[in-house]
């Protein structure tokens, strides 16, 4: 994943990062496992209605869910109270999705794929976000905010 | 939000995944097929009825798999779907596990 | 429904009004048709997730899309560039719904049910509400907001 | 998200609903169903794919109902989904339309 380019952010008169596009629904959920399928349900609604096929709207939904687990497990090390912000915006033929933690700001550089010739369980959520996504990276939080991590998804 | 079956067929334990294994519910899941594993009949894992499933759920049959190669017993997938194939080949892992197009194969394969 | 008890409504030290209950899931929409199945989907899954039965999610569901289509309709007068914001909250054996919107306050003596005597479309939003939940009403909306309808349903 | 396929048989207008007739679609419904009526042949309308109904769905079969009486021409339902049954049923509605049970009896009875 690409690091933050921190400085080519655009920011609002606050200085708070401004979310690029045309909003379509945002959605607030606590840090809790079963709080994803929350999250499945409204971004396949979200990615559906912004007319992506069935394949797209399957690949969006699995590295938005990637994203948020790594959000429970990583950012907020398992703890269940942290909040996650999912915010789905249009972007002419593109989808944005940015998800907002409030937990310590991550070491984007310890944020990577492992290799996968090894054959052994976990560490593929990075590269799932990677393969599904056109895009992906962390950016400029909000204001209040701990992370940020942008992805981007051609509508096709 | 998922549901394990394990039944017994020709000396083959076939596990019938159904719902969404994610986060929440793939604790679960990797108990039932380590479990089954540990209990050194061939496993057979039916997927059809797997609406989604996530790393976490790749991770747990991973876990089974090896397990399984440790102890020499069979373990291998059928009719994985859509879905869930779309996963499996993200990872890689479409030409790791055994995977069967139908559960009339699986069961002739397996024991 | 019952008209807005404003004096016994809790409130923070801000003089916000406070939502009770442990909060499932938030969700907020522009004041658009299209966006109202976003809202069903997150509701439909938050109610199965709390344990409601299959007709109990139908009735919530129902419920909460009529809530959302009045505020489109009457509290923003159809203009799509308004926010809604769907709040979900566990009460003990109870979901409690809040509806908030940022439109001027709605003269709530006017929010009432027609009789069904009479055949003609429309007016039926109010009475699918009352029918589909236990208690609703309009009570004292966060700072900011115009309108909080505010709505539970027992889980069974 | 709605669907409306309009078809001829046996001199029926029968019009298949499938999916959300919500605030977005329902206008959309609103529109066939008039023209249907219009057209003064019998109309069955077949609900067994409508996976959800709103009051504004339920406001535009109140209308085609309406004019069909005007014009004395039959508007039915046929097979309503366990969905849209309760809708109809909040408003009171149930005893109101012609509802058939199936298809067969709907086409049947409309003619
Ligand atoms: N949101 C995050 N916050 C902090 N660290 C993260 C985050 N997402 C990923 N990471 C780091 O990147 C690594 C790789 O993530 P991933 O590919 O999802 O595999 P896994 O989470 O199974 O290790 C994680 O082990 C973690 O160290
Ligand atoms: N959120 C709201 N804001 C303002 N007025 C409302 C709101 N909800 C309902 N009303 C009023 O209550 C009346 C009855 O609403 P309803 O039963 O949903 O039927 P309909 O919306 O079809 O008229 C509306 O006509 C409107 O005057």
């Given at each position: 994943?690409?690091?933050?380019?921190?400085?080519?952010?655009k920011?609002?008169?606050?200085?708070?990062?401004?979310?690029d596009?045309?909003?379509?629904?945002?959605?607030r959920?606590?840090?809790?496992?079963?709080?994803?399928?929350?999250?499945?349900?409204?971004?396949?609604?979200?990615?559906?209605?912004?007319?992506?096929?069935?394949?797209?709207?399957?690949?969006?939904?699995?590295?938005?869910?990637?994203?948020?687990?790594?959000?429970?497990?990583?950012?907020?090390?398992?703890?269940?109270?942290?909040?996650?912000?999912?915010?789905?915006?249009?972007?002419?033929?593109?989808?944005?999705?940015?998800?907002?933690?409030?937990?310590?700001?991550?070491?984007?550089?310890?944020?990577?794929?492992?290799?996968?010739?090894?054959?052994?369980?976990?560490?593929?959520?990075?590269?799932?976000?990677?393969?599904?996504?056109?895009?992906?990276?962390?950016?400029?939080?909000?204001?209040?905010?701990?992370?940020?991590?942008?992805?981007?998804?051609?509508?096709? | 939000?998922?549901?394990?079956?394990?039944?017994?067929?020709?000396?083959?334990?076939?596990?019938?995944?159904?719902?969404?294994?994610?986060?929440?519910?793939?604790?679960?899941?990797?108990?039932?097929?380590?479990?089954?594993?540990?209990?050194?009949?061939?496993?057979?894992?039916?997927?059809?009825?797997?609406?989604?499933?996530?790393?976490?759920?790749?991770?747990?049959?991973?876990?089974?798999?090896?397990?399984?190669?440790?102890?020499?017993?069979?373990?291998?997938?059928?009719?994985?779907?859509?879905?869930?194939?779309?996963?499996?080949?993200?990872?890689?892992?479409?030409?790791?596990?055994?995977i069967?197009?139908?559960l009339?194969?699986?069961?002739?394969?397996?024991?």
């Amino acid at each position: 994943m690409a690091e933050a380019k921190k400085q080519t952010d655009k920011r609002g008169s606050s200085g708070r990062a401004r979310l690029d596009g045309k909003r379509i629904v945002q959605i607030r959920i606590d840090s809790r496992p079963e709080a994803l399928r929350l999250v499945r349900a409204v971004v396949g609604e979200a990615a559906d209605l912004c007319g992506c096929s069935e394949n797209c709207v399957r690949d969006i939904v699995i590295a938005v869910d990637e994203a948020c687990q790594n959000v429970i497990r990583h950012a907020y090390g398992g703890r269940p109270n942290g909040e996650i912000l999912v915010d789905i915006r249009r972007e002419g033929d593109r989808i944005a999705f940015n998800i907002i933690d409030f937990a310590d700001p991550v070491d984007v550089s310890k944020v990577k794929p492992r290799s996968l010739e090894e054959l052994r369980p976990g560490g593929l959520g990075i590269h799932f976000i990677s393969e599904c996504m056109d895009d992906a990276r962390f950016r400029t939080p909000p204001d209040g905010a701990g992370n940020r991590l942008w992805m981007v998804k051609r509508i096709e | 939000m998922v549901n394990c079956e394990v039944r017994e067929q020709d000396g083959i334990a076939v596990v019938a995944l159904s719902g969404d294994v994610d986060l929440e519910s793939s604790p679960r899941v990797r108990d039932v097929l380590l479990d089954c594993v540990g209990a050194k009949r061939p496993v057979l894992v039916d997927m059809s009825r797997v609406t989604y499933i996530d790393s976490s759920g790749v991770a747990s049959l991973v876990e089974a798999h090896q397990s399984a190669r440790k102890t020499k017993t069979t373990f291998a997938l059928a009719q994985v779907s859509q879905s869930a194939m779309r996963v499996l080949e993200l990872a890689r892992l479409d030409k790791v596990f055994i995977i069967h197009s139908s559960l009339a194969d699986g069961l002739r394969n397996a024991g």
